[in-house]
C-alpha cells in the first residue's frame, strides 16, 4: 500500500458475533458494506471498537480474512497487530500480511508498563518482520502506556513506520506529535479521538480512525471530505453534528454503544463479548433517540 492511501476516515470496525461470540461472516460482511457506501478510506479490523482482545488466534485470523476478501480492494484494510507480547503481536503481523492487509495497526502493549527502550523494541520486532506499512497506535487511557515525542521520533525513523493515530483527550500532545514528524517523510498523524477530527486536520493530520464512524460514516466522511474541500466552516458544522453520538460512549461499558447502535439501525451484528453486556432499555431508547436526530433512523 502506499503511504498517499494514509488519510482520510478509517472507521475501525465492530466485529459482529454469534450466539457462541465467535465472528459472525454475514454480519461482519454487512458492516463492510454500509461503511464502505457511506464514503469511507479505509477500514479497520480488530481494533478497540472490534474488541480484539476478546477473540482467540483463530478468530482474529477469521475476522481479517473475511474483510480483506470481502473488502477486495475498494479501500485499503489495516489489521490490528496488537498484543501484551511481542511475541503474538508478531504472530498477528504475520497473519495480517499472509491475509492479504494492506497495513497495519499496533498498539501500545497493555496491562505492562515497560519502559520506552522495551516499546521501542517491541515496535521495531513488529515492523521488522513484515513488509506492510505499520501505523502507529497510541491510547494510554486504555493501556496505560504512552508514546512520548522522543520516542515517536525513534520509531518514525524505522522505513515501515508511516503513520501514528492518537487516541487521547491530551489534544497538545497530538499537535506536538504532527510538528515532532513534520520533517520525517512519509510519516502522518491521524485523530483518534472523534471529538478532534476537525482539529487535528486543521493542525496538519490526514485523517482519523473514528468509532462513530461505524454507525455514522457519511458524517464523519463529511468532516475530511469538506475539510480537504476548503469548505472549512461546513467541516466544523460536521464536526459539531457528530458531538451527540460520540457522547453516547457513556451509555454503556466499552465498546458495546457503537454495537447496540448498528443493531438498532437494522444491522443485526449481535451482542458485545461477555463480561460486556447490552446498554439498559433506558440508556437504549436514549441511543436512538440521538440516531433519529441525525437522520440515521
Known amino acids: 500500500m502506499n503511504i498517499q492511501h494514509i488519510r482520510g476516515v478509517i472507521p475501525p470496525i465492530v466485529t459482529p458475533v454469534d450466539a457462541h461470540e465467535n465472528v459472525d461472516k454475514v454480519a461482519l460482511q454487512r458492516v463492510i458494506?454500509?461503511?464502505?457506501?457511506?464514503?469511507?478510506?479505509?477500514?479497520?479490523?480488530?481494533?478497540?471498537?472490534?474488541?480484539?482482545?476478546?477473540?482467540?488466534?483463530?478468530?482474529?485470523?477469521?475476522?481479517?480474512?473475511?474483510?480483506?476478501?470481502?473488502?477486495?480492494?475498494?479501500?485499503?484494510?489495516?489489521?490490528?497487530?496488537?498484543?501484551?507480547?511481542?511475541?503474538?503481536?508478531?504472530?498477528?503481523?504475520?497473519?495480517?500480511?499472509?491475509?492479504?492487509?494492506?497495513?497495519?495497526?499496533?498498539?501500545?502493549?497493555?496491562?505492562?508498563?515497560?519502559?520506552?527502550?522495551?516499546?521501542?523494541?517491541?515496535?521495531?520486532?513488529?515492523?521488522?518482520?513484515?513488509?506492510?506499512?505499520?501505523?502507529?497506535?497510541?491510547?494510554?487511557?486504555?493501556?496505560?502506556?504512552?508514546?512520548?515525542?522522543?520516542?515517536?521520533?525513534?520509531?518514525?525513523?524505522?522505513?515501515?513506520?508511516?503513520?501514528?493515530?492518537?487516541?487521547?483527550?491530551?489534544?497538545?500532545?497530538?499537535?506536538?506529535?504532527?510538528?515532532?514528524?513534520?520533517?520525517?517523510?512519509?510519516f502522518e498523524v491521524l485523530a483518534g479521538s472523534d471529538y478532534l477530527i476537525h482539529a487535528t486536520l486543521s493542525h496538519g493530520g490526514v485523517g482519523c480512525v473514528a468509532g462513530t464512524a461505524n454507525v455514522a460514516p457519511k458524517l464523519v466522511v463529511e468532516i475530511y471530505e469538506k475539510f480537504v474541500a476548503g469548505d472549512l466552516a461546513g467541516s466544523l458544522a460536521a464536526q459539531y453534528k457528530l458531538l451527540p453520538l460520540r457522547d453516547t460512549y457513556s451509555y454503556g461499558s466499552f465498546p458495546v454503544v457503537m454495537k447496540d447502535c448498528l443493531n438498532l439501525l437494522g444491522l443485526d451484528v449481535g451482542a458485545p463479548v461477555k463480561p460486556i453486556t447490552h446498554c439498559s432499555h433506558e440508556r437504549q431508547a436514549a441511543l436512538k433517540a440521538v440516531l433519529q436526530t441525525l437522520g440515521l433512523l
Open 33 to 186: 458494506d454500509y461503511v464502505i457506501a457511506g464514503g469511507v478510506h479505509g477500514i479497520f479490523v480488530l481494533g478497540s471498537n472490534g474488541e480484539f482482545y476478546a477473540f482467540d488466534s483463530i478468530n482474529q485470523q477469521r475476522a481479517a480474512e473475511i474483510t480483506v476478501e470481502h473488502v477486495n480492494g475498494r479501500v485499503p484494510v489495516y489489521v490490528g497487530a496488537s498484543a501484551i507480547t511481542t511475541k503474538e503481536a508478531v504472530m498477528l503481523a504475520r497473519m495480517g500480511e499472509a491475509v492479504g492487509a494492506d497495513a497495519l495497526t499496533v498498539l501500545t502493549p497493555m496491562f505492562i508498563q515497560p519502559n520506552e527502550e522495551e516499546m521501542y523494541e517491541h515496535f521495531r520486532a513488529v515492523a521488522d518482520a513484515v513488509r506492510l506499512p505499520v501505523l502507529l497506535y497510541n491510547n494510554p487511557g486504555k493501556t496505560t502506556n504512552n508514546i512520548s515525542i522522543p520516542l515517536l521520533k525513534r520509531l518514525a525513523s524505522i522505513e515501515n513506520i508511516v503513520g501514528i493515530k492518537n487516541t487521547s483527550s491530551d489534544f497538545p500532545q497530538t499537535i506536538r506529535f504532527i510538528d515532532a514528524t513534520k520533517d520525517i517523510p512519509d
